[in-house]
């Protein structure tokens, strides 16, 4: 992906807008289309052809880190100030609920989310590392305080969470999975 980075050197003026319009257009056409949405579309919607697409995103599982990281940031930031909460199943809970919805604006991201963080050679799993790593924190916690089973991971939770039915017109999952899979964590 062509996002600098301190080991690279800064895009010229016309490659980082021609990135920033193929993020706002991979916005767009996962919004209205979902995950599924062919990439042609992405370059199309952005005024870019294929190639310049690919030179930015070598596959979809690139956009979609682009598109998510605001996302996960906060979700690495929310973890790591519930790491401080006085009641470790709350803070868990509540911090899932986030995660949860964090997805939601585009049509089957989620589940792809989930299948990237099961799988650590995807861009997905290395992207989300960080985030990953405060929710596990946040996990051993309740973990220690008799809140949650023992014998499940973090990756375990935040794949199941990710692969949750979603309402097909909003992409929210309906509480009722949501509450399931909750009282299944407590031991």
């Known amino acids: 992906m062509s996002v600098p980075s301190p080991t690279t050197k800064p895009l010229r003026a016309d490659a980082r807008r021609n990135y920033e319009a193929l993020l706002a257009a991979g916005k767009r056409v996962f919004t209205h289309a979902g995950a599924e949405a ?6 199309k919607e952005a005024g870019v052809g294929q190639g310049t697409l690919y030179r930015h995103f070598p596959s979809r599982e690139h956009l979609f880190v682009a598109i998510m990281k605001e996302r996960v940031d906060l979700l690495d930031e929310q973890a790591r100030e519930l790491l401080g909460a006085p009641d470790a199943w709350q803070a868990l809970a509540h911090w899932l609920r986030l995660y949860d919805r964090s997805a939601t604006e585009y049509r089957g991201l989620s589940a792809r989310v989930g299948d990237g963080l099961a799988d650590d050679a995807s861009p997905v799993a290395a992207a989300c590392a960080p985030m990953k790593a405060s929710f596990a924190q946040l996990l051993d916690r309740a ?45």
Do not use: S
């Open 38 to 43: 062919p990439m042609e579309d992405v370059a």
């Open 143 to 187: 973990r220690e305080k008799g809140a949650v089973r023992a014998d499940i991971t973090a990756v375990h939770i935040l794949t199941m969470v990710a692969g949750l039915p979603k309402h097909a017109e909003h992409g929210a999952t309906a509480d009722t999975y949501l509450d399931i899979v909750l009282r299944g964590l407590r031991p």
